[in-house]
């Protein structure tokens, strides 16, 4: 009986351990609704499930019944299959894990993150080998980079449903590639020595060859380079350490992801000890309160993280309700307001600038007021261009000296603002005067007849008044013209249709500033490597191939196609939308940003657009990650277009179909050119300027 239930343990155990050398198997599913990646390690019993969903695609809710039903679908294995223990792992209670892609770069940096931290791993293991590694440091430099990379992917799963993930995962994403580049010189460094180092001759070769051909001196380079890279992502955690307030305060973002960002700034603290040597780059802010505020630069090249963080750090106090608002603004040390769109290009580490809270007054509140009257304690000042310090509570504030058009919406709060108790707390106080929106509209019917009046001439005008009767409103021209004006500046801002959150999706065709030429796909083609160019519009057929819309994430696409708008090297051309891989290649990388400010089309990338055998140095010192570029036609500069042999050692065999698609037609005519060049001005030139024409 003992020999029988032995050999059946035997039986077993080697079943076990045949089920054990299967292979897993992928099933990719990506041309689906879902597009959903499974991994199947024990037979038809499914233990893995990423499923990736561009945002946008459904609501919440739909999203939330979508898992559920993926879950109840795959949790349970078939009757004839008894599950087995993964040998990676203990036995679970956890059948399914779903993971949502919240944000394009979020997969990316995670998975850059972990290659990077196997490399380092494999790099200990060859250097416990003290004949491989001349360097006194580089060990320790490796662990502390390690730990450091464990802490990054544990900070930026915490952030992945924050408001700050993009920004987050943008920053981890250049800083890892370029430390995978150190990285993969040090392997190679090491794995060189490793062969010409005789086993009989080890210590005359590292006394003699590695003194002549200076391998010390490489390791030490590299090790100063590697601790740098560990510096900044030491800077790029204590940043966050700095904007721990916003997201733990909001109980909206759901308990596990409190509970993961509480887990990290536990683990932050208790590295930080050893961190405290980091310099962080910030921009002091000296808020409405008077106090310094330090906002981490790498959520100040966004108007919108800034103003996260801003918002974080003011939570809770007096004037929150209208930092949320937005009701602020930002001036440097001359007292001039900063424009938002400019901070990513302004704001430089250490910069110090100031903050006031912006407040919106009816034009007649102040109308008869010999001087100025302190927003705080109403004392009257003398009347005096730009900032009034009040004589008597000492505090600062300007008013506006032009009208302001303003929202309903603003209109509507701007009686409910006065809040004494807090406006006599604030250091620096902005009034902005604005028209009632009856006089507003009065001006506007009455606007048609201003060409035929004489300028010192009242236009009297029928407006229907808030009792329902109608009467003679008594304006001047001058007041007509300064609205006609602001209405002018407003329809200015309006013209970024599909450029703004409000208008993502919405169809648009950009045109060339002053002339007849649109933005086009080269010969109205829908091919993947089309080439975008300018075309003047002669007939219904090129005017479907102009059409354009921008996503949530600020990429462009190509209406009729479906593809996005990519640049390789500098030339726009269309291409698929595809998986990021670890590390960013030619064929799959993630899409740049495109935004219209100032007549200018911006583009920003989130990585390297010029392919590996450019001979141009189009980005010098990594310029891409660091400044910003635009479209310009016209451009004098030739290009080169890249076959799809060119881009043949990254594309995976599960894309070798798509590939027979691609067609990069050239077309090398200056009048149609379109590149991306640096960004040298603020407006948009006689080459770079457009014009966003909606549909």
Not at 514 to 532: D, F, M, V
Request: net charge negative; glycine share 6%; charged share 25%.
């Amino acid at each position: 009986m003992s020999a029988a239930l032995k050999i059946e343990e035997e039986r077993e155990w080697k079943q076990e351990q045949k089920q054990e050398r299967i292979s897993p198997v992928t099933f990719t599913t990506d041309r689906t609704s879902s597009g959903a990646t499974v991994y199947n390690v024990n037979r038809d019993y499914i233990t893995h499930i990423n499923v990736n969903l561009s945002p946008g695609c459904a609501s919440p809710e739909a999203m939330d019944q979508m898992f559920k039903h993926i879950h109840a679908t795959y949790s349970t294995p078939s009757l004839s299959v008894t599950r087995l223990p993964r040998t990676c792992e203990p036995p679970s209670d956890q059948i399914t894990t779903t993971y949502l892609a919240v944000d394009p770069l979020y997969n990316s940096a995670i998975l850059s993150i972990a290659e990077v931290r196997a490399m380092i791993g494999i790099l200990q293991i060859m250097m416990v080998n003290p004949m491989l590694c001349s360097s006194q440091y580089l060990p320790e430099t490796l662990a502390d980079l390690k730990r450091t990379m464990t802490l990054m992917e544990l900070a930026i799963r915490a952030y992945r449903h924050t408001d700050l993930v993009h920004s987050l995962s943008r920053a981890i994403s250049i800083g890892v590639e370029q430390c995978r580049g150190l990285l993969e010189e040090l392997t190679l460094n090491l794995a060189s020595y490793r062969h010409s180092l005789a086993s009989g001759a080890l210590n005359l070769t590292r006394k003699y060859v590695w003194a002549r051909a200076g391998q010390g001196s490489t390791m030490d380079a590299l090790d100063y380079k590697l601790r740098k890279s560990h510096s900044s992502f030491a800077a790029c955690l204590l940043a966050l350490g700095y904007a721990a307030w916003p997201e733990l305060k909001r109980g909206q973002l759901g308990k596990d992801t409190l509970d993961e960002l509480a887990k990290f700034y536990v683990e932050l603290e208790q590295e930080s000890t050893s961190l405290r040597h980091i310099k962080v780059d910030t921009v002091i802010v000296q808020d409405h309160l008077g106090r310094d505020l330090p906002v981490p630069m790498i959520f100040c090249t966004s108007s919108q993280d800034f103003h996260v963080v801003i918002a974080g750090f003011c939570s809770g106090l007096a004037g929150d309700v209208l930092i949320q608002r937005g009701n602020y603004r930002i001036l440097n040390a001359g007292d001039q307001v900063i424009d938002p769109k400019d901070f990513g290009t302004l704001f430089e580490p250490g910069m110090a600038v100031t903050m006031s809270i912006l407040f919106y007054e009816k034009v007649e509140e102040r109308q008869g007021i010999e001087g100025y009257s302190c927003p705080r304690c109403q004392h009257v000042n003398s009347r005096c261009t730009g900032w009034v310090t009040c004589a008597k509570c000492n505090g600062s504030f300007k008013i506006s000296p032009e009208e302001s058009i303003v929202s309903p919406e603003t209109e509507q709060h701007a009686d409910t603002d006065f809040i004494p108790n807090e406006r006599s707390l604030f250091r620096k106080i902005s009034i902005s005067k604005y028209a009632p929106t009856s006089r507003r509209a009065a001006a506007a019917a009455a606007s048609p007849a201003i060409a035929n009046m004489a300028p010192s001439e009242p236009l009297k005008t029928e407006n229907a008044l808030s009792d329902g009767g109608v009467g003679d409103v008594a304006l001047d021209v001058d007041d007509i013209e300064l609205d006609e004006a602001n209405m002018v500046e407003m329809n200015a801002n309006t013209a970024d249709v599909g450029f703004g959150e409000e208008t993502y999706g919405m169809p648009f065709y950009i045109r060339e500033k002053g002339t007849t030429n649109y933005l086009t796909s080269n010969g109205c083609r829908r091919a993947e490597g089309t080439q975008i160019i300018v075309h003047p519009r002669k007939n219904d057929f090129e005017k479907s191939a102009q059409v354009f819309y921008i996503d949530s994430y600020g990429a462009l696409y190509h209406a009729a196609s479906g593809l996005a708008v990519d640049i390789v090297d500098d030339v726009p051309c269309l291409r698929q939308l595809r998986p990021v891989s670890g590390r960013p290649n030619p064929w799959s990388h993630p899409l740049p940003e495109f935004s219209f400010i100032n007549s200018q089309i911006r583009v920003k990338f989130l990585s390297d657009p010029a392919f590996p055998s450019c001979t141009d140095d189009l980005y010098p010192n990594g310029s891409w990650a660091t400044k910003t570029f635009l479209l310009a036609s016209n451009n004098e500069k030739d290009f080169h277009v890249h076959p799809i042999s060119d881009f043949s050692r990254w594309i995976p065999t599960s894309d070798m179909e798509d590939s027979l698609s691609y067609d990069p037609k050239k077309r090398s005519e200056k009048t149609l050119r379109v590149l991306v060049e640096r960004r040298t001005k603020d407006v948009g030139g006689a080459r770079t300027s457009w014009e966003i024409v909606p549909k």
